[in-house]
């Protein structure tokens, strides 16, 4: 006798989320990286703008670590696009300002990432669009809001931006 493999029951939610999110992360590092950006130098610009923040809070709204944040700020220094200084709040405490540079490029690289989500959800008719939108806030919020404690824990998602 053979055996057989058991009868799937339910869709595949987990390759359909995984292989929607690595294309659409694919197109967004594409896109941005014709404007010479990484989605984490567009993630740390947008979120620096927004107030005043230092590199440890930088990395952890981007879910990045230390040695990422530190090569992320570097070439976004590098680029002219943003620098290190003293918070006005608490000296011995760095964040990272943007330059008039950087938030010329972040409007920028937020209009490419908008038309990148932009041109993935006009594939669908739009009262498809508003159903997958809302139904993904509603998973994002309720019962996929937080991971599930594992033995060996999975790759943490990215935090949600907007």
Do not use: W
């Amino acid at each position: 006798m053979t055996a057989m493999a058991p009868a799937r029951t339910e869709t595949d939610l987990s390759f359909l989320l995984d292989h929607t999110s690595h294309v659409l992360r694919t197109q967004m590092a594409a896109a941005l990286a014709e404007v010479g950006l990484t989605a984490r130098m567009h993630c740390v610009l947008v979120h620096a703008l927004e107030e005043e923040r230092t590199q440890i809070q930088l990395a952890e709204l981007g879910d990045m670590d230390k040695t990422t944040m530190v090569v992320t700020v570097d070439a976004l220094e590098k680029a002219g696009y943003a620098e290190r200084r003293p918070s006005s709040t608490d000296r011995r405490a760095r964040i990272i300002a943007v330059t008039d540079a950087g938030a010329e490029m972040a409007r920028h690289s937020q209009e490419i990432v908008d038309g990148v989500h932009r041109a993935a959800l006009n594939t669908l008719p739009e009262d498809e669009r508003e159903v997958l939108v809302r139904a993904m806030n509603r998973l994002v919020g309720g019962h996929l809001a937080t991971p599930a404690e594992a033995p060996q824990q999975a790759r943490r998602a990215r935090e949600r931006t907007n």
